[in-house]
């Protein structure tokens, strides 16, 4: 037929549909075998338009759009007859879990989803997914169009594209024309970032729950809308190490149920009769544990589905092909065939085990109320910014909330002073309840102690919501009644003709702090106040933002007309005071208030420094604070002027760059007046070096007494078996635990925040208090501990140490952070904290 097609004949086009397209392989349409080129996203892309164009009952969605605007997509496969009623059957699934009104029927239709290429550079996985998808979509194939009967299909070819894209791209920069199998060779070895991470260098498989990153946002919101029985992540790992698939290892979260455990075995059982027929190495049970709630594999289980990690040897090292240990050749084609193995074999068993997958997945939901705690209790009376984040947050989750229906007595856990304890509840509390659709999802991301069956897991180990937030939180024994939840009414001050004296606006929040960050990007010279004040009935806390017209006489625009306006924007309550003259406290003529303007960051990166702390700094200031930021690669920091520059920030990282000559340059810039904010590990390169008065140990008898603890416990672990040499490390080891630090709330590191601050610790490093200097947060003794893992010998380690301290050197400050305030961008309670030491701390 005539591709010509008139005005005329275009408008007929749906009535006549005589262009029907017949479905071609991924070789037909893409010009070479799948495993001989890695597919670009956007030919994937294509070749999805072409099934769904081909198969006109399959839904093709683009559910959104990455940071580099690369379209994120999913394809729902079904029989026709399901297409045909797909909306009803999506509803229906949803009556399962309770999340909308009625009764399911019981239609036994399941749903898989499958998800791949989360991690970029594990790049097999969206070939794989061109496979799976040709022979669902091929009519001819009689048994997986006889699957497709029960079982609805989500593919989702690529969770990472702009990781991805970064892999492949790299891959094809440095390729030989013929692939080499050398793993020496450079197409072996990714550069600094790596493809594994998205734009933002956020690990998407650590988001699932906290959804800080574009990605997770849109995904979760479609995810949401399904709420699939079966999930599967799919993932490389190492390139010599055999295939692993379900079941998972210990710890398992104490909430997932027996069937969860099971089914996980019976899908294992299936894809190994697979792998046993070609004689493909593969392992379970082993390493890849389901604890972290905010992994592809934990967060769907604790939604309901039967949530796996696969991992196919490979990663970035892999190439088109790379010779391994044993000296075969591992190709792109060997590793997408097994994703594609067990993808359909997923597929396969659920398809079998229908009826009963749907079954169990609603008994999952009805299953509720059986916590320890059947009530979490939000005070009302925190500050308003932070509950809104949390409800926000809350929503995503669609974890229902309401307000207290009144005052009352109530007994059970307060997570600001880790005891149990009675409190009152009153009419303004936000009550979350356990009875609800979310229960268990609900019971892990609340509890107050992560309950962790066996210490040895691989990533953070506790996460506690109300320590996350910082908010007064309780978890009650009992249900507390709750009304639809109504927000306050917030305070507005009266606009007039006259012309403010200043405008003053309290600092307690990251709304506060976008605020200023807009304030100060307009030019508006801006007064911090060092001490508490009232005017007009309305208090002041110390770190509140005062604007006098007087320091602004020179500003070229409409000063009030422009504070209005970003007030609004922001939803600020910005009051307007006629008078210097102050109720209490100083008045604003008085050097309390200090005078902060914009400053000119200087962020490093590159090579040396933590791709993913980098990257939540990276995100921090431009999609959180919405500030200019100049990212500057470790490789070339020595040959630019720090002079243009007022803050220089030093991510976590290993580095070589800090040699005596930086250190001494660095030092120079901060008399000037720099400010240094140092993250992590790179507070190593500047302790205890001439200048800097960050010490390991408080004195030399601290020193000696360390040194002697780690030689006796050598010798005892040497005496120990190999086989609990991976226990005996982790007594080491601090795997993601809160502290309660006493903070000093009186320095500017610490304005907006009360007498404690709950920090997580990733690492088990110690450094002394220091001795000249602002000791802003602090773990004074044992009783700072308050969840998650840390071994044995870390625990003692982390008493009496630093956590956060601003040290005054000339005109300029370094700010030392042990801990990293923005980790993952989830820790919501540390955001303020780091806006204060770039723009308060002076
Ligand atoms: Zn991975």
Same mark, same amino acid.
């Given at each position: ?165 970064? /892999? ?26 790596? #493809? ?13 729950? @906290? ?68 004689? @493909? ?57 097994? *994703? ?26 009805? =299953? ?7 009530? /979490? ?94 908010? =007064? ?132 990166? #590159? ?25 500057? /690669? ?58 800097? #008065? ?14 002697? =603890? ?36 009186? *320095?500017?590191?610490? /304005?907006?925040?009360?007498? *404690? ?8 490093? *110690? ?76």
């Amino acid at each position: 037929m005539s591709k010509i097609i008139t005005g005329f004949l275009l408008a007929l086009i749906p009535l006549l549909s005589f262009s029907q397209t017949t479905l071609q392989s991924p070789s037909e349409f893409l010009g070479y075998e799948l495993g001989d080129r890695f597919t670009r996203h956007h030919e994937m892309v294509n070749y999805y338009e072409h099934v769904s164009d081909a198969v006109p009952h399959f839904q093709l969605i683009e559910y959104g759009r990455t940071n580099e605007h690369r379209p994120l997509i999913a394809l729902v496969m079904s029989s026709k007859e399901n297409m045909a009623k797909i909306e009803e059957l999506r509803l229906n699934n949803l009556r399962r879990t309770g999340l909308i009104e009625g009764t399911a029927t019981d239609d036994g239709t399941a749903i898989v989803w499958l998800s791949y290429n989360v991690h970029g550079n594990e790049a097999s996985s969206l070939d794989a997914s061109i496979k799976t998808v040709y022979d669902l979509a091929d009519m001819s194939n009689a048994k997986m169009q006889e699957w497709l009967k029960n079982t609805i299909v989500i593919i989702d070819p690529c969770i990472n594209p702009d990781g991805r894209e970064r /892999y492949v791209n790299n891959y094809y920069e440095t390729a030989n024309i013929t692939s080499n199998p050398n793993g020496d060779s450079k197409e072996h070895r990714e550069p600094w970032p790596g #493809g594994r991470a998205n734009h933002y260098l956020f690990d998407l498989n650590r988001d699932w729950a @906290w959804q800080t990153q574009i990605e997770s946002q849109q995904r979760m919101k479609l995810y949401n809308q399904w709420m699939p029985h079966v999930h599967v992540d799919f993932h490389e790992q190492g390139y010599n190490n055999p295939y692993y698939f379900a079941p998972g290892a210990e710890p398992f979260h104490l909430v997932i149920t027996n069937w969860q455990r099971a089914f996980q075995t019976m899908i294992g059982k299936n894809h190994a009769t697979y792998f046993d027929k070609e004689g @493909w190495l593969y392992f379970t049970k082993e390493f890849f544990d389901l604890f972290y709630p905010s992994y592809g594999d934990t967060y769907p289980t604790f939604n309901g589905a039967i949530g796996m990690t696969y991992e196919q040897a490979g990663h970035g090292f892999a190439g088109l092909g790379i010779k391994t240990e044993d000296g075969d050749t591992l190709t792109l084609k060997d590793r997408l065939t097994h *994703h594609y193995t067990t993808g359909l074999s997923t597929i396969e068993i659920t398809s079998k085990n229908a009826k009963r997958v749907t079954q169990e997945f609603q008994k999952y939901f009805d =299953e509720k109320g059986n916590n320890k705690y059947q009530s /979490y209790v939000i005070k009302g009376s925190n500050n308003q910014d932070k509950i809104d984040r949390l409800l926000s947050w809350l929503d995503s989750q669609q974890i229902k909330y309401g307000s207290a229906s009144g005052s009352k007595s109530s007994k059970g856990f307060d997570y600001l002073n880790n005891k149990s304890a009675t409190f009152q509840v009153s009419g303004n509390d936000i009550i979350i309840s356990a009875n609800q659709p979310k229960s268990k999802l609900l019971t892990v991301l609340f509890e107050p102690k992560s309950k962790l069956p066996d210490s040895l897991t691989y990533d953070i180990t506790a996460w506690a919501i109300p320590y996350v937030y910082g908010l =007064e939180s309780y978890a009650s024994i009992e249900s507390i009644g709750q009304r639809q939840y109504e927000a306050p009414i917030k305070k507005s001050f009266a606009d007039s003709e006259k012309t403010p004296y200043a405008y003053v606006s309290q600092y307690k929040s990251l709304d506060d702090l976008k605020f200023l960050s807009a304030v100060l990007q307009k030019g508006i010279k801006t007064r911090i106040a060092q001490k508490a004040f009232s005017i007009g009935g309305q208090s002041y806390d110390i770190g509140s933002i005062v604007i006098t017209r007087k320091n602004n006489e020179y500003y070229p625009g409409d000063l009030k007309k422009n504070l209005m306006s970003l007030a609004k924007k922001h939803r600020r309550s910005l009051a307007l005071v006629y008078t210097g003259f102050m109720d209490q406290g100083a008045d604003f003529g008085s050097s309390s208030y200090y005078q902060i303007t914009a400053p000119k960051i200087a962020l490093l990166g #590159g090579p040396q420094t933590s791709s993913l702390s980098f990257g939540e700094l990276w995100h921090y200031f431009e999609k959180e604070i919405e500030y200019p930021v100049n990212v500057i /690669y470790t490789d070339y920091f020595s040959r630019i002027s720090m002079d243009s520059y007022d803050v220089l920030i030093v991510p976590n990282g290993y580095y070589k760059l800090f040699n005596e000559s930086t250190l001494n340059n660095i030092r120079a810039w901060v008399a000037k007046g720099g400010n240094l904010i140092l993250i992590e590990n790179a507070l190593k390169s500047f302790a205890d070096q001439p200048g800097y #008065g960050l010490k390991k140990y408080a004195n030399e008898e601290q020193k000696k007494a360390t040194e002697e =603890e780690v030689k006796e416990r050598k010798v005892k672990e040497e005496l120990n078996r190999y086989a609990e040499e991976e226990r005996n490390s982790i007594s080491e080891s601090i795997s993601g635990v809160i502290y309660k630090t006493s903070m000093d709330n009186t *320095h500017p590191l610490g /304005y907006g925040y009360s007498d *404690h601050y709950f920090t997580l610790k990733n690492a088990a490093s *110690h450094y002394a208090y220091l001795p000249n200097g602002g000791n802003v947060a602090v773990i004074k003794n044992p009783s700072a501990y308050i969840s998650g893992f840390a071994g044995i010998n870390a625990k003692s380690k982390i008493d009496e140490s630093l956590v956060f301290g601003v040290e005054k050197m000339g005109a300029g400050n370094v700010v030392y952070m042990v801990d990293n305030p923005l980790y993952r961008d989830f820790w919501e309670n540390g955001k303020l904290l780091f806006g204060n030491a770039v723009f308060i701390v002076k």
